[in-house]
């Protein structure tokens, strides 16, 4: 059975740093992007990035791009998000999800993980 | 980026009628690469449809998705109660794949 579980709720000061992680379950993690999908209160779903376990490669939205780091620890099949400055407006839940598709390029997310609640508050 | 439009905002509907949800994007999403999903209050989103009109394993055949290029359709034949929640379509064919903002199906 396919099982994302991601570390439990932060909360956090203005400028700290960050990393959240996302251990994966049965299925083999290095074929299958995987990525992060932001949910600011109250809001819809923000598609942050993906990484490519196999071979590292990785893919960011724009809007992302320079504001987090996504990584991947194939030893033990876990994804991670990582901020080295947080802002208050960082506040959200951040899902983790396995996107369905090959090595070339990651399709639709199939399976997530239940959320990490990201609270940056002074 | 490809933006995505859903409507209505918010439908009010009564269990055992049919629900109707549209998703229009700002240019061609390339064949069939828009995917449906339900987030229930405090979950997290549950794959719904793939590739405009798949359904995901264990998702009921009451749910049916269909359309193609830049206008697409969620269907949900008779409403269960479960299915009173927030819908959203997403296209991960051009990067940075988009959500549309939801449709939120609430009991009338």
């Known amino acids: 059975e396919v099982q994302l579980v991601q570390s439990g709720a932060e909360v956090k000061k203005p400028g700290e740093s960050l990393k959240i992680s996302c251990k994966t379950y049965g299925y083999s993690f290095t074929n299958f992007w995987i990525g992060w999908v932001r949910q600011m209160p109250g809001k819809g779903l923000q598609w942050m990035g993906v990484?490519?376990?196999?071979?590292?490669?990785?893919k960011y939205n724009p809007s992302f791009e320079g504001q987090v780091s996504i990584s991947a620890d194939r030893s033990i099949s876990t994804a991670y998000l990582q901020w080295r400055s947080l802002k208050a407006s960082d506040t959200a839940i951040y899902y983790c999800?396995?996107?369905?598709?090959?090595?070339?390029?990651?399709?639709?997310?199939?399976?997530w993980g239940q959320g990490t609640l990201v609270t940056v508050s002074s | 980026e490809v933006v995505l439009t859903q409507s209505p905002g918010t439908l009010s509907l009564s269990p055992g009628e049919r629900a109707t949800l549209s998703c229009r994007a700002s240019?061609?999403?390339?064949?069939?690469?828009l995917a449906w999903y339900q987030q229930k209050h405090g979950q997290a989103p549950r794959l719904l449809i793939y590739g405009a009109s798949s359904r995901a394993t264990g998702v009921p055949d009451r749910f049916s998705g269909s359309g193609s290029g830049t206008d697409f359709t969620l269907t949900i034949s008779r409403l269960e109660p479960e299915d009173f929640a927030v819908y959203y379509c997403q296209q991960y064919v051009i990067s940075p794949q988009t959500f549309g903002q939801g449709t939120k199906l609430e009991i009338k």
């Open positions: 990484i490519y376990p196999g071979d590292s490669d990785t």
């Open positions: 999800a396995r996107h369905n598709g090959g090595s070339y390029s990651p399709r639709f997310p199939d399976y």
């Open positions: 240019e061609s999403v390339s064949g069939t690469f």
